[in-house]
């Protein structure tokens, strides 16, 4: 048996270096060799898409939930409904394996392949570590940093596009620097944006005095301005796998348009129809009318409260402290004999037997027989596990420290029934960016499972640069959609609390502005091609909000904390990916030659 030694390991020290090698021949095919991988593979695949579903669907619903408008377990169901549609229907059929403008050559496949595998298994680790942490992270830059790593193992510094002009893009800069340049420039505009927004509509519908005058015309044109953004959303970023974008500019501000004029109208006719009903209830409610007489109470005359006198009121107060004493069961009389007693203050005077006691008070309680507890049935200890997976998932209990508290006491609070209609507004908008996140981020996930069964059918080993896109088989997408559904249905509420509620206090209103900005920035982002995560430019728009707000009212200390988990995304996944890879390719092992 010949034995293998890593580059640069000095043979010379090595014990192995004087014993007699023998190449052994063996016949093997080259699909029986790998063909494990896209099994287990496959198992990474979904346990990435898992937590990549734990990770990053909380941006898309973690406000809804936060503020109210949603419960944890109807997010759920939305999700799981939006992300397999957006990801089976609408993903990329084609995506690259390899980014092109990061890395400048590719391995052979039968490297790639290792490599891909690697990878999701670094990226994964990652996005486990960042969602037990309550720490919002981006499971594409996980991936990209994943295979950074890998492709400086195999190719070394001279394989990454460290910084490369492009002239279609706004900052004409792309490669791993314009990575990094998007860490700020876009939450940035997403922050700014925000801040904006939510100053309008403070003004001119919260904080208003004409609230009534302003609402005829202000409720419409916002609906019409939100239809026609979430329509630039699906067309741009919501619907790579179809022909809706390749529509021309034109095309898209014409039905931008028709959508949001058709919008106004709906809402114009439905509000001017809600408003004259309402005041038709208010005409005919008797607070409205206090002259007309109550049916049945003509005759009956309401006595004036007389005020109480401070000795009254300490009367009362001894009063309560004799019913609300609290009593001292013997520990010895805890059987229903007829001799236990118990004992109490000097106030309730003698010691009384409790059976006589109690077979006095009203309900005539008696006593009965302890019973042996019954045997719990195989049926009754799965309904109580499946009770307590609820309990621990979808529909886990949401609570909040004393810190928090004190950041959502600080917030303004405006009225219920100025918030309220904000509610459709932003379960509409987290649907569609659900949907986005169905079919662009699914894919992306999915992209290395999708290269490992694309080299493993061709059976190739050959380096192919030409060939950058693999294919995603349907079911490939259906895989990821179920899988991020589950990860955020079993292990999303984490991060729900984090963005919902411990970086700031969410409204309807503060929920919607933000989420409205973060599709509106993410527009403008792929219409100049420029590199951004989601989950950036939603923490910007939450900050923008909170700032417009009240600056006390923002978890800051929380806030640094993201910033480092971004700053070490590419950091971990690079350094994981190239020790596991170098570990696993280069450590010394026994070799078949076929």
Known sequence: MRLSYGDGLDMENN???????????IERPWSATYRWIPIVGGLVSFALAFMSGANDIPISFGA??????????????????????????LGNHSIDVIDSFILKEMPSNDLLMWGCFIAMIAAASWLALATYLEMPVTSFLSIQGAIIGVCLTVEGWNSIYWSKHDSDSVPHVRGLTGILLSWVMVPFISLVGAFSFFMVIKVMLLRSLVVGKRTQWLWPLLYGITVAVLVLFVIYTGAPGTSLRFTSLGKVAVISSLSAIVTILLASIILVCLVRKRSELLDDSPATQPDRAIPGQEGNIVEEQKEVSPEDLLKQFNELRVLHTVYEVDEEAVDDSPRSTIRCSPVCGPAIQLKHMLSGTPNQLTFQKLMKPKRITIKQRIVDCVHKIRRYTFDHKIVYGQETAALHAIAKKFHKRMEEPFGFLLILTASISALGHGSNTVPSVMALYAGILNIFRSHSTQKTEDQLAWHLDMWVRFLGGFAVSTGYGIWGWKLVRCLGGRLMFLSPSRAFSAQFCTLATVILATRVKFPFSTAHVFIGALVGVSLADNIKSLNWRLLGAFMLMWALTLLFTCGTASAFYAFTVFSPSVSVRD
């Not at 014990?15 to 021949?25: C, G, K, N, Q, R």
């Open 64 to 89: 809804s939930v936060g503020s109210g408008v949603l419960t944890l377990r109807q997010s759920v169901l939305l999700a799981f409904v939006m992300e397999v549609l957006g990801a089976t229907f």
């Open 15 to 25: 014990i192995f270096a004087s014993m007699p090698t023998v190449a052994l021949e």
